[in-house]
């Protein structure tokens, strides 16, 4: 099973700053997946991060606001830019093995003052 | 777009009793998957249903799959304080196999 070192685990930022998100994966994967989890939500895909070329971004969501990187296959980053409060929230990265478990890091909480 | 509703949104049972959560897919699924997101963790991969009408049991945890492939339930028989969390569906966004739309998820709260 897949290991994700995600980081950092928590952070409290201020508004119009960015904050880049680090996940790290034990193997090496085609796609990385970046969710969003607002306070009691469910989990929203982001975006998927796929080596060599651009991210595909979900409906409602951009790659202004939100940029990613992905310079190897065990390696994501996602960077939440220009925050306001509205981006308070948990930002996961998962990688999916045999076509059918998704494995997730650790999260990453995310509380904008 | 898909959409993948669960209900309740939250129970609150005694330990002992029984608990079910139920998961409705606007459109049918490939497979069904089911997770466990324990207070301030991230999701667990559970099990995977993939056959129409298929049911698969894990010690106290019954998970089903609807027969036309657009619902599925988890009951948890007996539930434990160890089962509190929340419980999330996830089915493969159409036409892709590993980009996944989650439930609603439900909640589940265990007192002694």
């Known amino acids: 099973s897949a290991v994700i070192s995600q980081k950092p685990s928590r952070d409290i930022c201020q508004r119009g700053t960015s904050l880049t998100i680090q996940c790290q994966v034990d193997?090496?994967?085609?796609?990385m997946f970046w969710y969003r989890q607002q306070p009691g939500q469910s989990l929203t895909l982001i975006a998927t991060?796929?080596?060599?070329?651009?991210?595909?971004?979900e409906s409602g969501f951009v790659i202004d606001k939100f940029p990613i990187s992905r310079p190897n296959l065990t390696f994501s980053t996602l960077t939440v830019s220009n925050m306001s409060p509205e981006d308070s929230s948990i930002y996961l990265c998962?990688?999916?093995?045999?076509?059918?478990?998704?494995?997730f890091g650790q999260g990453t909480r995310l509380t904008v003052v | 777009g898909q959409q993948v509703m669960q209900i309740p949104q939250y129970q609150h049972v005694q330990e002992g009793e029984d608990f079910t959560t139920y998961c409705n897919s606007s459109?049918?699924?490939?497979?069904i998957q089911w997770y466990k997101q324990r207070p301030g963790g991230h999701p667990v991969f559970l099990i995977q249903l993939v056959k129409s009408g298929e049911v698969k049991k894990q010690k106290r945890l019954t998970f089903q799959f609807g027969e036309a492939k657009k619902n599925s339930s988890l009951h948890i028989t007996a539930t434990q304080t160890t089962d509190v969390g929340t419980y999330f569906c996830a089915g493969p966004v159409t036409g892709t196999a590993s980009k996944l739309t989650f439930g609603t998820g439900t909640r589940l709260q265990v007192t002694l």
């Open positions: 998962s990688v999916v093995e045999g076509g059918t478990e998704a494995f």
């Open positions: 193997s090496q994967v085609t796609m």
């Open positions: 459109t049918t699924l490939s497979n």
């Open positions: 991060a796929n080596q060599g070329s651009e991210a595909t971004y």
